[in-house]
Protein backbone atom coordinates (compact mmCIF):
# COMPACT_ATOMS: atom_id res chain seq x y z
CA UNK A 1 0.00 0.00 0.00
CA UNK A 2 1.35 3.55 -1.20
CA UNK A 3 0.58 6.07 1.33
CA UNK A 4 -0.13 9.94 0.27
CA UNK A 5 -0.32 12.31 2.67
CA UNK A 6 -2.48 16.02 1.50
CA UNK A 7 -1.23 18.87 3.53
CA UNK A 8 -3.67 21.59 3.69
CA UNK A 9 -3.34 24.56 6.05
CA UNK A 10 -7.12 26.15 5.64
CA UNK A 11 -8.56 26.72 9.09
CA UNK A 12 -11.33 23.76 8.43
CA UNK A 13 -9.24 21.16 6.67
CA UNK A 14 -6.64 18.92 8.03
CA UNK A 15 -4.15 16.41 6.95
CA UNK A 16 -5.06 13.14 5.46
CA UNK A 17 -3.79 10.56 3.19
CA UNK A 18 -4.65 8.54 -0.01
CA UNK A 19 -3.70 5.39 0.89
CA UNK A 20 -3.41 3.53 -2.92
CA UNK A 21 -3.53 -0.88 -3.46
CA UNK A 22 -5.01 -3.61 -5.17
CA UNK A 23 -7.49 -5.94 -3.63
CA UNK A 24 -6.82 -4.77 0.23
CA UNK A 25 -10.05 -4.31 1.39
CA UNK A 26 -9.90 -6.31 4.37
CA UNK A 27 -6.99 -3.97 5.19
CA UNK A 28 -9.40 -1.23 4.34
CA UNK A 29 -11.63 -2.49 6.84
CA UNK A 30 -9.37 -3.11 9.53
CA UNK A 31 -7.71 0.89 9.06
CA UNK A 32 -11.30 1.62 9.17
CA UNK A 33 -11.55 -0.15 12.73
CA UNK A 34 -8.28 1.06 14.14
CA UNK A 35 -7.45 4.59 13.00
CA UNK A 36 -11.12 6.08 12.59
CA UNK A 37 -13.44 5.05 15.66
CA UNK A 38 -16.97 5.88 15.42
CA UNK A 39 -20.40 5.13 16.85
CA UNK A 40 -21.76 3.96 13.33
CA UNK A 41 -20.42 3.19 10.22
CA UNK A 42 -22.69 4.27 6.85
CA UNK A 43 -21.66 3.19 3.84
CA UNK A 44 -23.03 5.12 1.33
CA UNK A 45 -22.89 3.84 -2.58
CA UNK A 46 -24.85 3.61 -5.73
CA UNK A 47 -27.38 0.54 -6.87
CA UNK A 48 -24.57 -1.07 -9.27
CA UNK A 49 -21.73 -0.19 -7.07
CA UNK A 50 -24.01 -2.06 -3.89
CA UNK A 51 -23.98 -5.26 -5.68
CA UNK A 52 -20.48 -5.20 -7.07
CA UNK A 53 -18.93 -4.38 -3.77
CA UNK A 54 -20.78 -2.65 -0.79
CA UNK A 55 -22.22 -5.99 0.34
CA UNK A 56 -19.33 -7.46 0.98
CA UNK A 57 -17.49 -4.73 2.07
CA UNK A 58 -20.56 -3.82 4.59
CA UNK A 59 -19.82 -7.91 5.45
CA UNK A 60 -15.73 -7.28 6.26
CA UNK A 61 -17.10 -4.47 8.35
CA UNK A 62 -19.66 -6.41 10.36
CA UNK A 63 -16.79 -9.09 10.68
CA UNK A 64 -14.66 -7.00 12.53
CA UNK A 65 -17.60 -5.97 15.01
CA UNK A 66 -18.39 -2.55 13.62
CA UNK A 67 -21.81 -1.19 13.93
CA UNK A 68 -22.08 -0.52 9.92
CA UNK A 69 -24.96 -0.20 7.68
CA UNK A 70 -25.62 0.45 3.73
CA UNK A 71 -27.23 2.98 2.33
CA UNK A 72 -27.87 2.87 -1.46
CA UNK A 73 -29.59 5.27 -4.33
CA UNK A 74 -30.39 4.69 -8.01
CA UNK A 75 -26.47 4.62 -10.34
CA UNK A 76 -26.59 7.66 -12.05
CA UNK A 77 -25.59 11.14 -12.63
CA UNK A 78 -29.29 12.08 -12.11
CA UNK A 79 -29.50 11.19 -8.62
CA UNK A 80 -27.05 14.11 -8.03
CA UNK A 81 -29.99 15.65 -6.97
CA UNK A 82 -31.17 17.97 -3.46
CA UNK A 83 -34.20 15.01 -3.68
CA UNK A 84 -30.80 12.20 -3.01
CA UNK A 85 -29.78 14.24 -0.21
CA UNK A 86 -32.79 14.74 1.42
CA UNK A 87 -33.41 10.84 1.22
CA UNK A 88 -30.06 10.28 2.46
CA UNK A 89 -30.79 12.47 5.58
CA UNK A 90 -33.64 11.18 6.67
CA UNK A 91 -32.19 7.91 6.29
CA UNK A 92 -29.18 8.76 8.55
CA UNK A 93 -31.40 10.43 10.90
CA UNK A 94 -33.84 6.91 11.10
CA UNK A 95 -30.77 5.18 12.37
CA UNK A 96 -29.49 8.01 14.72
CA UNK A 97 -26.52 9.01 12.96
CA UNK A 98 -24.85 11.67 14.30
CA UNK A 99 -22.06 13.45 14.51
CA UNK A 100 -19.52 10.33 16.49
CA UNK A 101 -21.08 8.26 12.88
CA UNK A 102 -18.71 7.98 10.17
CA UNK A 103 -20.10 7.93 6.04
CA UNK A 104 -18.27 6.01 3.54
CA UNK A 105 -18.54 6.87 0.08
CA UNK A 106 -18.09 3.99 -1.36
CA UNK A 107 -18.46 4.28 -5.67
CA UNK A 108 -17.49 6.66 -8.47
CA UNK A 109 -17.95 10.68 -8.55
CA UNK A 110 -21.70 10.74 -8.11
CA UNK A 111 -21.32 8.67 -4.98
CA UNK A 112 -18.33 11.04 -3.63
CA UNK A 113 -19.34 14.33 -4.55
CA UNK A 114 -23.26 13.43 -3.04
CA UNK A 115 -21.81 11.84 0.41
CA UNK A 116 -19.34 14.54 0.80
CA UNK A 117 -21.90 17.00 0.22
CA UNK A 118 -24.28 15.26 2.96
CA UNK A 119 -21.38 14.92 5.23
CA UNK A 120 -20.33 18.34 4.67
CA UNK A 121 -24.09 19.63 5.80
CA UNK A 122 -25.96 16.86 8.00
CA UNK A 123 -25.69 17.88 11.74
CA UNK A 124 -23.40 20.74 10.67
CA UNK A 125 -20.85 18.05 9.86
CA UNK A 126 -19.97 14.58 9.96
CA UNK A 127 -16.51 12.73 8.87
CA UNK A 128 -16.63 10.98 5.71
CA UNK A 129 -13.96 8.49 3.95
CA UNK A 130 -13.61 8.16 0.25
CA UNK A 131 -13.20 4.97 -1.49
CA UNK A 132 -13.63 5.37 -5.25
CA UNK A 133 -14.30 2.88 -7.40
CA UNK A 134 -14.27 4.34 -11.01
CA UNK A 135 -10.82 5.55 -12.33
CA UNK A 136 -12.78 8.73 -12.50
CA UNK A 137 -13.15 9.21 -8.84
CA UNK A 138 -9.22 7.44 -8.00
CA UNK A 139 -7.39 9.85 -10.00
CA UNK A 140 -9.97 13.19 -9.71
CA UNK A 141 -12.79 13.65 -7.75
CA UNK A 142 -12.49 11.86 -4.25
CA UNK A 143 -8.88 14.43 -4.02
CA UNK A 144 -9.60 17.74 -3.06
CA UNK A 145 -12.91 18.02 -1.25
CA UNK A 146 -14.51 19.53 -3.62
CA UNK A 147 -18.67 18.12 -3.12
CA UNK A 148 -21.67 19.21 -4.98
CA UNK A 149 -25.19 18.72 -6.02
CA UNK A 150 -26.66 19.49 -9.37
CA UNK A 151 -29.44 21.86 -10.11
CA UNK A 152 -32.13 21.66 -13.10
CA UNK A 153 -30.21 25.15 -14.12
CA UNK A 154 -27.05 23.44 -14.50
CA UNK A 155 -24.32 20.99 -13.11
CA UNK A 156 -22.68 21.26 -9.59
CA UNK A 157 -24.55 24.38 -8.75
CA UNK A 158 -24.79 23.88 -4.69
CA UNK A 159 -22.03 22.48 -3.08
CA UNK A 160 -19.46 22.58 -0.83
CA UNK A 161 -15.55 22.34 0.01
CA UNK A 162 -15.02 19.63 2.44
CA UNK A 163 -12.65 17.59 3.03
CA UNK A 164 -12.29 13.48 3.64
CA UNK A 165 -10.79 11.55 5.99
CA UNK A 166 -8.77 9.37 4.20
CA UNK A 167 -9.13 8.12 1.03
CA UNK A 168 -8.69 4.27 -0.01
CA UNK A 169 -7.71 3.98 -4.02
CA UNK A 170 -8.07 -0.13 -4.38
CA UNK A 171 -6.94 -0.81 -8.14
CA UNK A 172 -9.24 -3.83 -7.80
CA UNK A 173 -12.21 -2.20 -8.13
CA UNK A 174 -11.12 -1.01 -11.57
CA UNK A 175 -11.78 -4.47 -13.26
CA UNK A 176 -15.63 -4.34 -13.38
CA UNK A 177 -15.34 -1.23 -14.82
CA UNK A 178 -16.80 -0.94 -18.60
CA UNK A 179 -14.26 0.80 -21.13
CA UNK A 180 -16.51 3.88 -21.80
CA UNK A 181 -16.42 4.37 -17.99
CA UNK A 182 -12.18 4.17 -17.98
CA UNK A 183 -11.75 5.92 -20.75
CA UNK A 184 -13.69 8.98 -19.00
CA UNK A 185 -10.86 8.54 -16.06
CA UNK A 186 -8.65 8.24 -19.06
CA UNK A 187 -9.17 11.59 -20.02
CA UNK A 188 -8.17 12.75 -16.55
CA UNK A 189 -4.85 11.34 -16.25
CA UNK A 190 -3.87 12.78 -20.04
CA UNK A 191 -5.40 16.11 -18.33
CA UNK A 192 -2.64 16.00 -15.57
CA UNK A 193 -0.01 14.53 -18.12
CA UNK A 194 -0.05 18.08 -19.78
CA UNK A 195 -0.32 20.29 -16.97
CA UNK A 196 2.45 18.71 -14.97
CA UNK A 197 5.93 17.33 -15.79
CA UNK A 198 6.75 16.77 -19.42
CA UNK A 199 8.42 13.51 -17.66
CA UNK A 200 4.73 12.19 -16.87
CA UNK A 201 3.19 12.76 -20.59
CA UNK A 202 6.34 11.02 -21.89
CA UNK A 203 5.74 8.16 -19.50
CA UNK A 204 2.20 8.03 -20.79
CA UNK A 205 2.98 8.80 -24.39
CA UNK A 206 5.43 5.18 -23.66
CA UNK A 207 2.59 3.20 -22.42
CA UNK A 208 -0.46 3.68 -24.29
CA UNK A 209 -0.70 0.22 -25.19
CA UNK A 210 -0.24 -0.76 -21.40
CA UNK A 211 -2.96 1.57 -20.52
CA UNK A 212 -5.21 0.38 -23.26
CA UNK A 213 -4.48 -3.11 -22.05
CA UNK A 214 -5.53 -1.91 -18.16
CA UNK A 215 -1.79 -3.21 -17.23
CA UNK A 216 -1.38 -3.17 -13.72
CA UNK A 217 2.06 -2.15 -12.82
CA UNK A 218 1.65 0.30 -14.95
CA UNK A 219 -2.21 1.82 -14.10
CA UNK A 220 -0.43 1.79 -10.38
CA UNK A 221 2.26 4.05 -11.61
CA UNK A 222 0.00 6.32 -13.35
CA UNK A 223 -2.92 6.84 -10.97
CA UNK A 224 -0.08 7.20 -7.66
CA UNK A 225 1.51 9.82 -10.02
CA UNK A 226 -1.81 11.90 -11.16
CA UNK A 227 -3.10 11.48 -7.81
CA UNK A 228 0.30 13.14 -6.55
CA UNK A 229 -0.03 15.85 -9.12
CA UNK A 230 -3.59 16.84 -8.17
CA UNK A 231 -2.79 17.02 -4.64
CA UNK A 232 -0.02 18.89 -5.16
CA UNK A 233 -2.56 21.36 -6.68
CA UNK A 234 -5.08 21.11 -4.12
CA UNK A 235 -2.56 21.70 -1.18
CA UNK A 236 -1.70 25.09 -3.13
CA UNK A 237 -4.81 26.61 -3.75
CA UNK A 238 -7.51 24.31 -2.12
CA UNK A 239 -10.53 26.65 -2.19
CA UNK A 240 -10.17 27.64 -6.47
CA UNK A 241 -9.11 30.72 -5.89
CA UNK A 242 -6.90 30.81 -8.55
CA UNK A 243 -3.89 28.13 -9.40
CA UNK A 244 -6.39 25.09 -9.11
CA UNK A 245 -7.87 26.65 -12.33
CA UNK A 246 -5.37 24.97 -14.29
CA UNK A 247 -7.14 21.38 -13.33
CA UNK A 248 -9.50 22.72 -15.76
CA UNK A 249 -7.76 22.48 -18.59
CA UNK A 250 -10.10 21.03 -21.71
CA UNK A 251 -12.71 21.37 -19.57
CA UNK A 252 -14.21 24.68 -20.52
CA UNK A 253 -15.02 23.52 -24.25
CA UNK A 254 -14.98 20.22 -22.90
CA UNK A 255 -18.09 21.15 -20.68
CA UNK A 256 -19.50 23.15 -23.55
CA UNK A 257 -19.67 20.40 -26.08
CA UNK A 258 -20.89 18.13 -22.78
CA UNK A 259 -23.92 20.44 -22.53
CA UNK A 260 -24.38 21.39 -26.43
CA UNK A 261 -25.45 17.58 -26.91
CA UNK A 262 -27.94 17.32 -23.53
CA UNK A 263 -24.99 15.18 -22.23
CA UNK A 264 -25.29 12.32 -24.20
CA UNK A 265 -21.35 12.96 -25.06
CA UNK A 266 -19.72 11.13 -22.08
CA UNK A 267 -17.14 13.97 -19.74
CA UNK A 268 -14.12 11.87 -20.78
CA UNK A 269 -14.68 12.18 -24.47
CA UNK A 270 -15.95 15.75 -24.22
CA UNK A 271 -12.74 16.43 -22.04
CA UNK A 272 -10.36 15.11 -24.83
CA UNK A 273 -11.60 17.30 -27.83
CA UNK A 274 -11.52 20.43 -25.25
CA UNK A 275 -7.74 19.43 -24.33
CA UNK A 276 -7.67 19.08 -28.56
CA UNK A 277 -8.82 22.75 -28.54
CA UNK A 278 -7.90 24.47 -25.68
CA UNK A 279 -3.69 23.05 -27.89
CA UNK A 280 -5.02 24.62 -31.05
CA UNK A 281 -5.98 27.68 -29.52
CA UNK A 282 -2.41 27.98 -27.69
CA UNK A 283 -0.90 27.37 -31.39
CA UNK A 284 -2.97 29.93 -32.73
CA UNK A 285 -2.34 32.36 -30.12
CA UNK A 286 1.35 31.96 -31.01
CA UNK A 287 2.42 30.01 -27.92
CA UNK A 288 2.57 26.47 -28.12
CA UNK A 289 4.21 24.73 -30.81
CA UNK A 290 2.36 22.59 -33.87
CA UNK A 291 4.56 19.47 -33.10
CA UNK A 292 3.67 20.11 -29.15
CA UNK A 293 -0.30 20.39 -30.22
CA UNK A 294 0.35 17.22 -32.40
CA UNK A 295 1.78 14.81 -29.92
CA UNK A 296 -1.38 15.66 -27.49
CA UNK A 297 -3.71 14.73 -30.39
CA UNK A 298 -1.78 11.73 -31.15
CA UNK A 299 -1.80 10.41 -27.40
CA UNK A 300 -5.48 11.32 -27.07
CA UNK A 301 -6.32 8.96 -30.43
CA UNK A 302 -3.90 6.48 -29.21
CA UNK A 303 -5.54 5.87 -26.45
CA UNK A 304 -9.06 5.69 -27.97
CA UNK A 305 -10.49 8.84 -26.86
CA UNK A 306 -12.22 10.88 -29.82
CA UNK A 307 -10.33 14.00 -31.29
CA UNK A 308 -12.15 15.11 -34.20
CA UNK A 309 -16.46 16.76 -33.03
CA UNK A 310 -19.58 15.06 -34.13
CA UNK A 311 -20.79 16.36 -37.18
CA UNK A 312 -24.35 17.09 -34.72
CA UNK A 313 -22.88 19.47 -33.17
CA UNK A 314 -23.53 23.23 -34.46
CA UNK A 315 -20.67 25.62 -33.59
CA UNK A 316 -22.75 28.33 -32.40
CA UNK A 317 -24.07 25.76 -29.78
CA UNK A 318 -20.98 25.62 -28.19
CA UNK A 319 -20.24 29.20 -28.84
CA UNK A 320 -23.18 29.85 -26.59
CA UNK A 321 -22.63 27.59 -24.29
CA UNK A 322 -19.51 29.23 -23.61
CA UNK A 323 -20.61 32.28 -22.58
CA UNK A 324 -22.77 30.60 -19.85
CA UNK A 325 -20.05 29.19 -18.12
CA UNK A 326 -20.39 29.27 -14.39
CA UNK A 327 -17.25 30.14 -14.08
CA UNK A 328 -16.69 33.77 -16.42
CA UNK A 329 -16.24 36.83 -14.75
CA UNK A 330 -17.93 39.30 -15.90
CA UNK A 331 -17.57 38.93 -19.77
CA UNK A 332 -14.27 37.05 -19.36
CA UNK A 333 -13.83 33.38 -19.35
CA UNK A 334 -10.88 32.14 -18.09
CA UNK A 335 -9.13 29.27 -20.07
CA UNK A 336 -6.30 27.30 -19.47
CA UNK A 337 -3.72 27.14 -21.99
CA UNK A 338 -0.34 26.11 -22.84
CA UNK A 339 3.05 27.49 -23.57
CA UNK A 340 4.47 23.66 -23.43
CA UNK A 341 3.21 20.53 -22.85
CA UNK A 342 4.06 21.11 -18.64
CA UNK A 343 3.38 24.47 -18.75
CA UNK A 344 -0.31 25.70 -18.44
CA UNK A 345 -1.66 29.03 -18.19
CA UNK A 346 -4.60 30.60 -16.74
CA UNK A 347 -5.98 33.38 -19.07
CA UNK A 348 -8.57 36.07 -19.35
CA UNK A 349 -10.49 35.10 -22.34
CA UNK A 350 -9.14 34.38 -25.76
CA UNK A 351 -10.24 35.70 -29.21
CA UNK A 352 -13.54 34.07 -30.88
CA UNK A 353 -11.46 34.15 -34.32
CA UNK A 354 -9.35 31.69 -32.41
CA UNK A 355 -12.06 29.92 -31.08
CA UNK A 356 -14.30 29.42 -34.38
CA UNK A 357 -10.86 28.41 -36.34
CA UNK A 358 -10.39 25.83 -34.02
CA UNK A 359 -13.56 24.36 -33.56
CA UNK A 360 -13.95 24.45 -37.18
CA UNK A 361 -10.56 22.11 -38.01
CA UNK A 362 -12.11 20.09 -35.46
CA UNK A 363 -15.14 19.32 -37.15
CA UNK A 364 -15.34 15.23 -38.39
N1 LIG B 1 -15.50 16.68 -6.81
C1 LIG B 1 -14.70 16.82 -7.83
O1 LIG B 1 -13.64 17.44 -7.74
C2 LIG B 1 -15.07 16.18 -9.13
C3 LIG B 1 -14.11 16.06 -10.15
C4 LIG B 1 -14.48 15.39 -11.31
C5 LIG B 1 -15.76 14.89 -11.45
N2 LIG B 1 -16.67 15.03 -10.44
C6 LIG B 1 -18.02 14.47 -10.55
O2 LIG B 1 -17.90 13.06 -10.65
C7 LIG B 1 -19.04 12.55 -11.35
C8 LIG B 1 -18.58 11.54 -12.36
O3 LIG B 1 -17.92 10.48 -11.70
P1 LIG B 1 -17.85 9.03 -12.34
O4 LIG B 1 -17.35 9.16 -13.71
O5 LIG B 1 -17.14 8.18 -11.38
O6 LIG B 1 -19.39 8.64 -12.49
P2 LIG B 1 -20.37 7.68 -11.65
O7 LIG B 1 -20.17 7.85 -10.20
O8 LIG B 1 -21.73 7.91 -12.18
O9 LIG B 1 -19.88 6.23 -12.07
C9 LIG B 1 -20.02 5.82 -13.40
C10 LIG B 1 -20.77 4.50 -13.50
O10 LIG B 1 -19.91 3.45 -13.11
C11 LIG B 1 -20.54 2.64 -12.13
N3 LIG B 1 -19.46 2.09 -11.31
C12 LIG B 1 -18.79 2.69 -10.30
N4 LIG B 1 -17.78 1.93 -9.90
C13 LIG B 1 -17.80 0.80 -10.64
C14 LIG B 1 -17.00 -0.36 -10.70
N5 LIG B 1 -15.91 -0.50 -9.92
N6 LIG B 1 -17.31 -1.32 -11.60
C15 LIG B 1 -18.38 -1.16 -12.42
N7 LIG B 1 -19.17 -0.09 -12.43
C16 LIG B 1 -18.88 0.89 -11.54
C17 LIG B 1 -21.50 3.55 -11.44
O11 LIG B 1 -22.54 2.84 -10.81
C18 LIG B 1 -22.00 4.40 -12.61
O12 LIG B 1 -23.00 3.72 -13.30
C19 LIG B 1 -19.74 13.74 -11.95
O13 LIG B 1 -20.92 14.01 -11.23
C20 LIG B 1 -18.75 14.88 -11.79
O14 LIG B 1 -19.39 16.13 -11.63
C21 LIG B 1 -16.34 15.66 -9.30
ZN1 LIG C 1 -13.16 16.27 -15.67
New binding site residues.
Partial sequence: MKRIKVHLDKRLSETHEICIGYDFQDRIGLLIAKEHPANRYVIVT????SG??GKTFLEKLRELGLPAELLEFP???GS?TMDTVLALTSRLLERGVDRHSLLLAL???????LTGFVASIYMRSVPFIQIP??L??QV??SI?G???VNLPQG??LLGTFYQPKRIFTDLK??E???DD?YL??VA?IVKYGVIDEPGFFELLEREVPAIRERNLEVLKKVIEQSCRIKKGVVEIDEQESGFRRILNYGHTIGHALEASSNFTLA?GKAVALGMIAASGISVQSGYLSLEERDRIENMIRDLGLPVRIPESFPQSNVLERLQMDKKKEGSELPFVLLKKIGIPFITKGVEKSHLEKVLEEMKA
Fill in positions: DSNVLYAGEKGGGVVGDTTMADSGKTAKNFLTLSENGEH
